[in-house]
Protein backbone atom coordinates (compact mmCIF):
# COMPACT_ATOMS: atom_id res chain seq x y z
CA UNK A 1 0.00 0.00 0.00
CA UNK A 2 1.51 3.01 -0.95
CA UNK A 3 1.59 6.66 1.09
CA UNK A 4 1.38 10.29 -0.43
CA UNK A 5 3.51 12.28 1.26
CA UNK A 6 1.64 14.90 3.16
CA UNK A 7 2.91 18.39 2.84
CA UNK A 8 0.68 20.04 5.78
CA UNK A 9 2.56 17.46 8.04
CA UNK A 10 6.49 18.16 6.43
CA UNK A 11 6.71 14.63 5.14
CA UNK A 12 9.80 13.49 3.24
CA UNK A 13 10.42 9.73 3.75
CA UNK A 14 14.12 8.68 4.39
CA UNK A 15 14.72 5.82 1.59
CA UNK A 16 18.88 5.41 1.64
CA UNK A 17 19.61 2.01 3.42
CA UNK A 18 23.11 3.14 4.08
CA UNK A 19 22.53 6.50 5.56
CA UNK A 20 19.25 4.01 7.48
CA UNK A 21 22.15 2.06 8.40
CA UNK A 22 24.69 5.10 9.50
CA UNK A 23 21.93 6.61 11.63
CA UNK A 24 21.40 3.57 13.52
CA UNK A 25 24.76 2.36 14.14
CA UNK A 26 25.32 6.33 15.93
CA UNK A 27 22.43 5.86 18.09
CA UNK A 28 23.49 2.02 18.99
CA UNK A 29 20.06 1.36 20.77
CA UNK A 30 20.58 -2.23 23.29
CA UNK A 31 17.26 -4.31 23.98
CA UNK A 32 16.43 -2.54 27.23
CA UNK A 33 15.81 0.96 25.67
CA UNK A 34 13.42 3.35 26.76
CA UNK A 35 12.91 4.83 22.89
CA UNK A 36 10.60 7.30 21.53
CA UNK A 37 10.41 7.60 17.99
CA UNK A 38 8.90 10.99 16.53
CA UNK A 39 7.10 10.66 13.31
CA UNK A 40 8.53 6.97 12.27
CA UNK A 41 6.32 7.40 8.93
CA UNK A 42 7.07 4.44 6.68
CA UNK A 43 8.99 2.98 9.08
CA UNK A 44 12.96 3.71 8.00
CA UNK A 45 14.35 3.66 11.23
CA UNK A 46 11.33 2.00 12.92
CA UNK A 47 11.97 -1.88 11.44
CA UNK A 48 15.63 -1.92 12.55
CA UNK A 49 15.01 -0.40 15.98
CA UNK A 50 12.11 -3.17 16.56
CA UNK A 51 15.09 -5.47 15.60
CA UNK A 52 16.98 -4.58 18.67
CA UNK A 53 14.51 -3.60 21.19
CA UNK A 54 12.12 -4.86 23.19
CA UNK A 55 9.83 -2.41 22.61
CA UNK A 56 9.06 1.23 20.82
CA UNK A 57 7.29 3.90 21.43
CA UNK A 58 6.08 6.05 18.58
CA UNK A 59 4.51 9.26 18.31
CA UNK A 60 2.34 10.21 14.90
CA UNK A 61 0.00 11.99 14.09
CA UNK A 62 -1.19 10.85 10.49
CA UNK A 63 -4.15 8.86 10.62
CA UNK A 64 -3.29 6.89 7.32
CA UNK A 65 0.47 5.93 8.88
CA UNK A 66 -1.04 4.96 12.24
CA UNK A 67 -3.25 2.57 10.26
CA UNK A 68 0.20 0.84 8.93
CA UNK A 69 1.33 1.03 12.30
CA UNK A 70 -1.28 -0.84 14.27
CA UNK A 71 -1.32 -3.58 10.71
CA UNK A 72 2.47 -3.97 10.02
CA UNK A 73 4.08 -4.20 13.47
CA UNK A 74 3.81 -6.75 16.51
CA UNK A 75 1.69 -5.02 18.61
CA UNK A 76 3.55 -6.39 21.96
CA UNK A 77 6.62 -4.24 20.41
CA UNK A 78 5.22 -1.31 19.45
CA UNK A 79 3.46 1.20 21.53
CA UNK A 80 1.37 3.92 19.60
CA UNK A 81 1.11 7.17 21.07
CA UNK A 82 -1.57 9.37 18.37
CA UNK A 83 -1.35 13.14 18.13
CA UNK A 84 0.88 15.91 18.05
CA UNK A 85 4.14 15.95 19.11
CA UNK A 86 4.48 19.04 20.17
CA UNK A 87 1.77 18.58 22.76
CA UNK A 88 3.40 14.66 23.78
CA UNK A 89 3.99 14.38 27.18
CA UNK A 90 7.11 12.61 27.50
CA UNK A 91 6.79 11.95 31.18
CA UNK A 92 3.99 8.78 30.09
CA UNK A 93 7.23 6.91 29.02
CA UNK A 94 9.60 5.45 32.04
CA UNK A 95 13.38 7.59 32.07
CA UNK A 96 15.27 7.77 31.18
CA UNK A 97 14.64 7.71 27.64
CA UNK A 98 16.30 8.62 24.95
CA UNK A 99 14.35 10.48 21.61
CA UNK A 100 14.94 9.51 17.59
CA UNK A 101 13.36 10.78 14.50
CA UNK A 102 13.35 13.07 11.26
CA UNK A 103 11.53 15.54 12.39
CA UNK A 104 9.45 17.79 10.45
CA UNK A 105 11.16 20.66 9.13
CA UNK A 106 8.59 23.50 9.46
CA UNK A 107 7.98 22.59 13.45
CA UNK A 108 11.57 21.42 14.30
CA UNK A 109 12.20 24.90 16.19
CA UNK A 110 8.92 24.23 18.43
CA UNK A 111 9.92 20.32 19.26
CA UNK A 112 13.72 21.06 19.77
CA UNK A 113 12.52 23.49 22.92
CA UNK A 114 9.21 21.32 23.69
CA UNK A 115 11.77 18.68 24.28
CA UNK A 116 14.47 20.96 25.85
CA UNK A 117 11.86 20.93 28.62
CA UNK A 118 11.91 17.39 29.73
CA UNK A 119 15.46 17.33 29.65
CA UNK A 120 15.65 16.08 33.27
CA UNK A 121 13.74 12.87 31.48
CA UNK A 122 16.25 12.32 28.67
CA UNK A 123 19.60 10.09 28.02
CA UNK A 124 19.96 11.21 24.47
CA UNK A 125 18.18 12.55 21.30
CA UNK A 126 19.15 11.73 17.99
CA UNK A 127 17.31 14.31 15.10
CA UNK A 128 17.46 14.22 11.26
CA UNK A 129 16.76 18.04 10.70
CA UNK A 130 17.17 20.48 8.10
CA UNK A 131 21.02 21.16 7.68
CA UNK A 132 21.19 24.79 7.87
CA UNK A 133 19.36 23.91 11.49
CA UNK A 134 21.51 21.88 13.05
CA UNK A 135 24.61 24.42 11.64
CA UNK A 136 23.02 26.78 13.80
CA UNK A 137 22.66 24.22 16.90
CA UNK A 138 26.12 24.11 16.69
CA UNK A 139 27.71 26.89 15.85
CA UNK A 140 30.17 29.21 17.78
CA UNK A 141 29.88 32.63 18.78
CA UNK A 142 30.99 35.31 16.38
CA UNK A 143 30.17 33.43 13.25
CA UNK A 144 27.34 33.60 10.83
CA UNK A 145 25.06 30.50 11.96
CA UNK A 146 24.99 31.45 15.58
CA UNK A 147 22.07 33.27 16.49
CA UNK A 148 19.10 32.87 19.78
CA UNK A 149 18.70 29.24 19.12
CA UNK A 150 22.52 28.51 19.59
CA UNK A 151 22.23 30.37 23.49
CA UNK A 152 19.04 28.55 24.01
CA UNK A 153 19.97 24.59 23.44
CA UNK A 154 24.15 24.89 24.43
CA UNK A 155 23.18 25.79 27.85
CA UNK A 156 21.21 22.53 28.37
CA UNK A 157 22.79 20.03 25.84
CA UNK A 158 26.09 19.00 24.85
CA UNK A 159 25.50 18.86 20.48
CA UNK A 160 27.20 17.39 17.97
CA UNK A 161 26.54 17.04 14.15
CA UNK A 162 27.31 13.57 13.24
CA UNK A 163 26.53 13.05 9.43
CA UNK A 164 25.36 15.07 6.20
CA UNK A 165 22.09 13.51 4.11
CA UNK A 166 21.24 14.89 0.78
CA UNK A 167 17.88 15.16 -0.84
CA UNK A 168 18.09 12.14 -2.69
CA UNK A 169 18.38 10.35 0.06
CA UNK A 170 14.24 11.24 0.90
CA UNK A 171 11.16 10.44 -1.12
CA UNK A 172 10.24 12.93 -2.12
CA UNK A 173 13.33 14.74 -2.08
CA UNK A 174 13.14 18.42 -0.02
CA UNK A 175 14.94 21.11 -1.23
CA UNK A 176 17.34 21.27 1.69
CA UNK A 177 20.26 19.54 2.42
CA UNK A 178 19.68 17.59 6.13
CA UNK A 179 21.64 16.39 9.07
CA UNK A 180 21.69 14.22 12.24
CA UNK A 181 22.61 15.77 14.98
CA UNK A 182 23.04 14.55 18.78
CA UNK A 183 22.13 15.96 21.87
CA UNK A 184 22.76 15.06 25.63
CA UNK A 185 21.33 16.67 28.65
CA UNK A 186 23.71 18.70 30.66
CA UNK A 187 23.59 17.55 34.20
CA UNK A 188 20.70 19.85 35.70
CA UNK A 189 23.75 20.36 38.41
CA UNK A 190 26.13 21.63 35.86
CA UNK A 191 23.48 24.09 34.48
CA UNK A 192 25.17 27.63 34.41
CA UNK A 193 21.73 29.57 34.70
CA UNK A 194 19.97 30.24 37.76
CA UNK A 195 16.53 31.54 36.11
CA UNK A 196 15.55 30.33 33.27
CA UNK A 197 12.75 32.61 32.69
CA UNK A 198 15.24 35.58 33.02
CA UNK A 199 17.90 34.38 30.66
CA UNK A 200 15.46 33.81 27.70
CA UNK A 201 14.29 37.14 28.17
CA UNK A 202 17.59 38.33 28.09
CA UNK A 203 19.25 36.12 24.96
CA UNK A 204 15.91 37.28 23.56
CA UNK A 205 16.30 40.75 24.12
CA UNK A 206 20.30 40.91 22.80
CA UNK A 207 19.14 39.09 19.70
CA UNK A 208 15.83 41.30 19.07
CA UNK A 209 18.62 43.75 17.38
CA UNK A 210 21.55 41.86 16.02
CA UNK A 211 23.05 44.60 14.46
CA UNK A 212 23.33 46.98 17.55
CA UNK A 213 25.47 46.69 20.02
CA UNK A 214 24.22 45.34 23.61
CA UNK A 215 24.70 48.53 25.27
CA UNK A 216 21.67 49.16 23.22
CA UNK A 217 19.71 46.28 23.35
CA UNK A 218 20.17 45.37 27.05
CA UNK A 219 19.73 48.88 27.75
CA UNK A 220 16.67 47.99 29.86
CA UNK A 221 18.56 45.38 31.97
CA UNK A 222 22.25 46.76 32.41
CA UNK A 223 24.36 50.15 32.74
CA UNK A 224 27.70 50.66 31.66
CA UNK A 225 28.52 50.24 35.28
CA UNK A 226 27.13 46.43 35.56
CA UNK A 227 28.77 45.79 31.96
CA UNK A 228 31.86 47.09 33.66
CA UNK A 229 31.66 44.16 36.92
CA UNK A 230 30.10 41.57 34.02
CA UNK A 231 33.29 42.34 32.36
CA UNK A 232 31.90 42.16 28.79
CA UNK A 233 32.57 44.88 26.45
CA UNK A 234 29.08 46.79 26.11
CA UNK A 235 30.05 47.60 22.20
CA UNK A 236 30.11 43.52 21.30
CA UNK A 237 26.87 42.76 19.34
CA UNK A 238 24.21 39.28 20.54
CA UNK A 239 26.55 36.80 18.60
CA UNK A 240 29.28 38.04 20.55
CA UNK A 241 29.13 35.99 23.95
CA UNK A 242 28.68 32.39 24.33
CA UNK A 243 26.07 30.74 26.45
CA UNK A 244 27.94 31.44 29.36
CA UNK A 245 28.31 35.05 29.07
CA UNK A 246 24.56 35.29 28.97
CA UNK A 247 24.12 32.87 32.09
CA UNK A 248 26.32 35.02 34.22
CA UNK A 249 24.40 38.58 32.38
CA UNK A 250 21.12 36.21 33.60
CA UNK A 251 22.60 35.46 36.84
CA UNK A 252 23.42 38.99 38.02
CA UNK A 253 20.19 40.03 37.14
CA UNK A 254 18.25 37.42 39.11
CA UNK A 255 20.48 38.26 41.83
CA UNK A 256 20.11 41.91 41.75
CA UNK A 257 15.87 41.11 41.95
CA UNK A 258 16.35 39.12 44.70
CA UNK A 259 18.55 41.71 46.59
CA UNK A 260 15.69 44.28 45.79
CA UNK A 261 13.13 41.53 47.14
CA UNK A 262 14.70 41.57 50.38
CA UNK A 263 15.40 44.76 50.47
Known amino acids: MSHQAKKRF?????????????????????????????????????????????????????????????????QDKIVIHEGDALKFNITEIPSPLRIVGNLPYNISSPLLFHFADFATHITDMHFMLQNEVVERMVAEPSTPAYGRLSVMLQFRFYMEKLLDVPPESFRPAPK???????????????????????????????????????????????????????????????????????????????????????D
Open 10 to 74: GQNFLVDEQIIADIIRAIHPIASDNMVEIGPGLGALTRPLMKILNQLHVVEIDRDIIARLKTDYP
Open 176 to 262: VDSAIVRMIPIPKKDIQVSDEKNFAEIVMAAFGQRRKTLRNTLRGHLSESDFAQLDIDSQLRAENLGYREYARISNWITTRQSAKIQ
